[in-house]
């Protein structure tokens, strides 16, 4: 599977993922590109927020200019770890995906990657406001997931599972031995 969240069939002004989702939206919806099973696609210019206008019927090079500005390099920054984390997690390319239930299944998605030695536990929040959510895990054990990437989250263990208190569009990656 390739993942994305634009291409050069659905590209347009108004359907760039920063315009629909805004910056921290862009973001989550990242994490989870680069956490499913497949294969992230990052499309032209998406890599430092470019919402530039572009055609599908002429060539539009990306404005690499602005990637020395404060937001864009930061965003180019955010792609380049979840890139490293790609390469150094091999459970995201091999592993597999375990939805998992969550008690804010309205806006909050959650589930596992595993392998026979590692778990990636991947959570976002998908809506614009702060929220609390608890994840089931399969089996109950108080191991914590070391942070990987957390942006806007907390967490904690209890009782088997992990609870979260998010900020708008926050997400947490996390990962700790399968045993």
Known sequence: FIRYTENHDIVNDMLRAEVVCGERGAAAVAVINFTLDGVPL?????????TAP???YAPWPVGWAAA???KPKAKYEFHQRLCQ???????????DVI????????????????SEEMEI?????FSNRKISAGV???EKRDAAFKPLLAGMAKTGTADGGASFEFGPFGYFVGKRSAK
């Not at 990052?42 to 470019?50: K, R, S, T």
């Not at 536990?121 to 929040?125: C, F, G, K, M, P």
Request: net charge neutral; hydrophobic share 40%.
């Open 99 to 114: 939805w998992l239930d969550n008690d804010q299944p309205q806006a909050v998605v959650s589930f596992l990657r595993r």
């Open 54 to 56: 572009q055609s599908i």
């Open 121 to 125: 536990l991947t959570v976002a929040n």
């Open 68 to 70: 020395c500005l404060p």
């Open 136 to 138: 089931r895990l399969p």
């Open 42 to 50: 990052l499309y032209n210019g998406q890599e430092i927020g470019d």
């Open 85 to 95: 984390l790609r390469r150094d997690e091999a459970v995201l390319g091999k592993g």
